[in-house]
């Protein structure tokens, strides 16, 4: 989780100053409009109900879904939805992995791969929706 989490932490604290400053700026360009978006749904993916913990396994992948930017297609008002489908998703198609997460602790080369083409099938599926 630190190998995802530590750029996360960088890309939450940008996101937050761009977001002070895109209030009283008048014309963002491409590419800090795609960080403000990124950073929304980032925001969105991290929220959890009180008294609802997530596994270990199931944040690693989610967080690699939102860092990695599969989720960037995906209105910020579908993130929770999309968030629900994925472990469902996991569970069901990849149960295996969240399992190797759980046990390694780490998500080593070849989970990543895996890790990888899961949220390729995911997107793709959740896109045709």
């Known amino acids: 989780m630190k190998k ?7 890309d939450l604290a940008q996101y937050r100053e761009l977001e002070a400053f895109a209030k009283f700026g008048s014309e963002l ?13 980032m925001v969105q993916l991290l929220r959890q109900g009180q008294y609802a913990p997530l596994p ?3 944040q690693v ?17 579908r993130i929770t939805h999309a968030e629900t489908e994925f472990h469902r ?3 069901a198609q990849h149960e295996e992995v969240l399992r190797s997460i759980r046990e390694q602790k780490e998500v080593t080369p070849e989970i990543e791969k ?13 896109a045709a929706e």
Do not use: H, N, P, W
């Not at 930017?69 to 008002?77: E, F, Q, T």
């Not at 895996?114 to 959740?126: N, Y």
């Open 4 to 10: 995802f989490a530590g750029s996360l932490r960088l």
């Open 29 to 41: 360009d491409k590419s800090t409009k795609q960080q403000l978006a990124r950073g929304q749904r």
């Open 56 to 58: 270990v396994e199931k």
């Open 61 to 77: 992948a989610v967080i690699y879904l939102g860092v990695k930017g599969y989720l960037d297609g995906v209105a910020v008002d």
């Open 89 to 91: 998703y996991m569970e």
């Open 114 to 126: 895996v890790l990888t083409a899961a949220c390729e099938d995911f997107i793709k599926m959740f």
